[in-house]
Structures are given as C-alpha cells and as structure tokens.
C-alpha cells in the first residue's frame, strides 16, 4: 500500500465519529474560535491608538480635521479597531480550526495539502486590506471630498463618521479577497464543486459589478478600478477549484485502483493454492 489516500481511509475509519461526537467537536472549535477573538479583542485595545495615528496620517488629504459630536465617539472608534485588530487574526485561525474540524475524513497527503490555506488565507486578507486602503479608498474620499467642495460646505468630519466610512470599504473588500483560499480549500475537502462555480458566473460577476459601484464614485473608471479585479479573483477561484477538483478525483481514482488489485490478490493467490 502506497502512502496517500489509501492510508488516509485507515485514518478515516479510525477516527469516524458519531453524529453527537461530531456536533460537540464543532462546538469546541467554534468555542476556541470565540476565546481567540475575544483575547484579539483585548490585544486590539492596546494596539488601536498606534493604528488611529497611522491612519490619520496617512490619510487621503494633506490636511485633515476629526471631531468628536458624542462622548461615545471615542470608546466605539477603540472598539472598532480592537473588532478589526482581533478579525485579522480570527480569520486564519478559524480557518485552522475549519481545517482540524474535516482533518479526520482527509487522507494523509490531502490533510498537508489543505493546511497550507491557513496562512494563505492571512496573506489574502492583507493583500484586500492594502488594496482597498491604498486604492479604493482614495478615490472614494477624493469624490466625496470634490462634492463637499463644489457645494461650498465646510469640510468638519466627525471621527466616526470617518472611519465607519473607511471600514465600510476596507473589511468587505479584504474578505472578498480570501474568495481564491476559501473556494480551494472547500474544493479540496469536497464540499464545493467546479461545475457549481460556473453555474454561478453570472449572478457572480454582477455582484462584483455591484460591489464595485456602491463602494466606488459613480464614474466608470472607479467601478471598473474594483469591479475588475474582483472577477479576475473569481475566475482565479473557478480555475484553482477546476484543478484542484481534478487531482481529488485522481487521486481518489487511484486509491480506488489500488483497492481492487488489493481484493484480487487473495482471489489469485487462493486459485494457484488450488
């Protein structure tokens, strides 16, 4: 017997586990998920005033000006960073828990080949947060900064105004990023299938042309600006799920294989004793 989905079946028969067993297995992932976010959370706090500084002085305009309209301005601004702080590291490790939750049912090699996504899913979710920080964010506040100015208004921004403004555009840009790890990963645990992908192409690409015209000013090259690399993402994520799709099926063709000649073997060997 080689060493790959073959052996992955002794794991799978030796650690199946009842319907109850299994409920309580998510339950104590989704547990350990809650306690690490809560523990982000806590970390979040300390780290919310150095991200604050860097983010009003990177700001999108040389100068800018924040007020406080609410003596709850302030403590929700330190919470929100704290949510954000502590989602950037949620995210792979639910994804690790995902993973440890499915690992009995993989085979061996399947089970190296799927933990891989977990720092790729942290990798993903900066690439979406400097994307949408540095790219789409900046032609967002420009537009609205443009209209504010042609209307002869006076440009006195309420800090959480600002910076809900800012994270409506930042956290669902960063978690469509992580469409590529997540479609592969469920492709390669056999939860999701190509074909399902391609079925779905069009509703797809008209809720990223979606996304791209509410997130974006209402001009063209804006919504092209986002709207484009979002489908690039999607068929970056059909194309990885095709291949990823097509070596599971070898694999479990193979493994299949090797299962036959292995029940044929006593059958020869019990025709030659005769």
Known sequence: M???SGSGAKIRDADWMPVMEHIGELRKRVI???IVFILGVVGGLFGAQPLFDYLVAAAPTERIELSAFSPWDAIGLYMKFAFLISFVVAIPFAL??????????????EQKATLRYVPGALVMFLAGLTFAYYVVFPMAYSFTEKITQNMGLKQTYGVAQ??????NILVPMSVLFELPIVILFLTRIGILHPNMLRKMRKIAWFTMAVIGTVVTPPDVISDLLVAVPLVILYEVSVLLSSMAFRKRMERQRAWEEEEDEDEEEPDRSGGNSA
């Open 2 to 4: 080689t060493d790959r």
């Open 96 to 109: 690790f828990q995902l993973w440890a939750f499915v690992r009995p049912a993989l085979g061996v090699k």
């Open 162 to 167: 600002y910076f809900s403004f800012l994270f």
């Open 32 to 34: 350990y998920v809650l």
